[in-house]
């Protein structure tokens, strides 16, 4: 059988499509399993792929993956982007998987998509759209947020441990952030994969020393491209609850801000209703391009982690390996200590 796994987005969705990558290679070991990341060669298909530096796990963690392209001669390949290419999937709710598998098909290679159609999908929301508004008004968030304090949020286990006798077209979850969906089971190939490269400059390294010495809490804002999901949080003064929480367990806690250029402005804007000593902060702004990496590295090596609901600001709270740390979510089902 074939497994293909799709692959995208910026580094942090990116790891988690390798969690996804392993698990099915470990679940299917007589299988063949290939990474699929075509987007990356269609930089039209949103101002949003621009952003990103590529597939950045290889470089940077020297993960050596099985890629699709490599069963196929330059030829077929470039037939196969082409046809992707033409159905321009952005404009149709982002279904890349139906086009992707279609063009897959036509060069001989036949898979099951395990995908939503994301067009229906859409189709479906749109026919619901009073729910959708009355679940995002200040009543419907009230209602939610009781209902996920007595309830507990556990996410089931992932899709990527279903044994499947069919070639699959599958992957990109981003499951394993969220409880219960078994990141557990593969945390050992985790753990001895994504080793970050030795800090080479003395600035990054500096910090490091410092965030040993005290007690740091790295925060990472996430704003910009990402305030359609994460503006509810701001709303809530979710960061000014979470530092309040900090403020109250750690002692002389010293907080490290990172994020995105609008984050980082979002937070300086904000400052004065922050619970924090401006002295108590350091802004890490410094690290940008292909070295962006290095501040999932540097939240890492913090003490304790607040995050917004980003990919990215998570694994640094993940790979943090303070056995008392304390990680902050803005959602109950994220993997995390906490959550207000």
Known sequence: ?????????????????YCDYIAIKKMNPNDKCYAED?????????????????LEIENIFGIQLNNLRTIFSDEQ???????????KFWDKDWNYPKYIVQALKHQGLELHSEFLDFEEVAKKTNETKWLKSFIRSDLGQSMKRIYRRVVPQIEPISSSFTIKP????????????????????????IKTTFVFPILD???????????????????????????SYN??????NYIQ??????????????????????????????L?????????????????????????????????????????????????????????????????THWF
């Open 231 to 236: 503006k509810k949080y701001f709303e809530r």
């Open 77 to 87: 390949w470039n037939q196969i982007i082409d046809e992707v290419r033409s159905s």
């Open 166 to 189: 069919y070639n699959t077209y599958e992957g990109h979850t981003l499951s394993y952030m969220f409880k219960g969906t078994g990141i557990e089971k593969i945390e050992n190939e």
């Open 241 to 270: 609850k979470a530092i309040r929480f900090m403020n109250s367990k750690v002692e002389n806690p010293k907080y490290y801000i990172f994020g995105n250029p609008d984050g980082l402005n979002w937070f300086r804007t904000n």
């Open 38 to 54: 075509m987007v990356y060669d269609i930089p039209e298909c949103g101002s949003v792929i621009c952003q990103w530096n590529g």
């Open 272 to 336: 004065y209703k922050m619970p924090i000593k401006e002295d108590n902060i350091v802004y890490v702004d410094w690290n940008s391009g292909d070295k962006s990496y290095i501040d999932m590295h540097l939240m890492s090596m913090c003490k304790h982690n607040i995050m917004l609901f980003s990919s990215f600001a998570w694994w640094g709270s993940y790979l943090n390996s303070n056995p008392n740390k304390i990680t902050i979510a803005p959602e109950p089902k994220m993997l995390a």
């Open 1 to 17: 059988m074939v497994r293909v796994v799709h692959f995208e987005s910026g580094l942090g969705n990116q790891m988690l499509d």
């Open 201 to 227: 400059d003395k600035k990054n390294r500096d910090i490091v020393d410092e965030m040993r010495r005290v007690n740091s809490i790295a925060i990472h804002i996430r704003a910009g491209d990402a305030m």
